[in-house]
């Protein structure tokens, strides 16, 4: 075993630089994984802002999406494939990168569902309360979603962002099944030559980048997050109206 860990440390200090070395690929990881999660997070969080603020139709749309989340992802990158390889066969200039759009489609698919959820889910969970007693004091339905349920809302969208992110970070080596240069290709091609120091140095690699997006992720959301300060304030203000209430 200390031998093996030893290889791998070997590896590790052999296969930082160059185009195929571990720097590269990182990169090459992040990137696609980010455009996935902005591309997701556009077309899910609108709709959900909207829904949760009329608060009607949210039935039948949780429905659906959560019936989106039970499509394998592989299964995404396997359709989308043939669709990029017919498609570079009209555009010649994308022949060499039918791997990036294949895979990045099958992520944009994985990471709108959780978003969308925990977006509207967030909004939904704003006493109603609070938006009447915005409304009483003359806010239109923009400003009370802009100054009243997204600021509420921020803790458990940003919860939502950062499982999303992680999980797509930590299926992004799919995409080395279609070709696409990045951390999955050490696990892939250590496979095809049996290479075992190869795949546990990749298999940490994805770990690490994972890890590494739940902390970066984490510090955003503690950023954003409105202070405990402010959280224990809604509830006294609430506990306050309802003495006087009683």
């Keep these: 075993m200390i031998e093996f860990l030893g290889e791998v440390m070997t590896w590790f200090g052999d296969n930082w630089w160059g185009p195929k070395g571990i720097i590269s690929r990182s990169r090459s990881h992040f990137e696609l994984s980010g455009a996935a999660l902005i591309t997701a997070a556009v077309l899910a969080m609108p709709p959900a802002f909207w829904l949760g603020h009329r608060r009607r139709g949210t039935g039948l749309v949780t429905a659906l999406v959560n019936s989106g989340r039970a499509i394998p992802t592989f299964g995404i990158v396997v359709l989308a494939l043939p669709i990029m390889i017919w498609i570079a066969g009209i555009v010649p200039w994308m022949s060499t990168g039918i791997g990036f759009p294949s895979?990045?489609?099958?992520?944009?698919?994985?990471?709108?569902?959780?978003?969308?959820?925990?977006?509207?889910?967030?909004?939904?969970?704003?006493?109603?309360?609070?938006?009447?007693?915005?409304?009483?004091?003359?806010?239109?339905?923009?400003?009370?979603?802009?100054r009243i349920e997204l600021p509420l809302a921020v803790p458990v969208i940003m919860t939502g962002i950062r499982v999303t992110a992680v999980q797509v970070v930590a299926t992004a080596p799919l995409g080395a099944l279609v070709a696409h240069d990045a951390l999955g290709r050490f696990i892939i091609d250590g496979f095809a030559v049996r290479d075992s120091v190869r795949i546990f140095a990749g298999a940490l690699l994805v770990a690490a980048a994972a890890l590494l997006t739940d902390a970066v992720f984490g510090a955003v959301e503690r950023r954003l997050t409105p202070s405990t300060r402010s959280d224990s304030a809604t509830p006294q203000s609430g506990s306050r109206n309802t003495s006087r209430v009683n």
């Design 103 to 146: 895979i990045y489609v099958a992520l944009v698919a994985l990471a709108i569902p959780p978003i969308f959820i925990h977006t509207h889910t967030a909004i939904l969970a704003v006493s109603p309360d609070v938006v009447e007693a915005a409304t009483g004091m003359g806010m239109t339905g923009r400003q009370i979603l802009r």
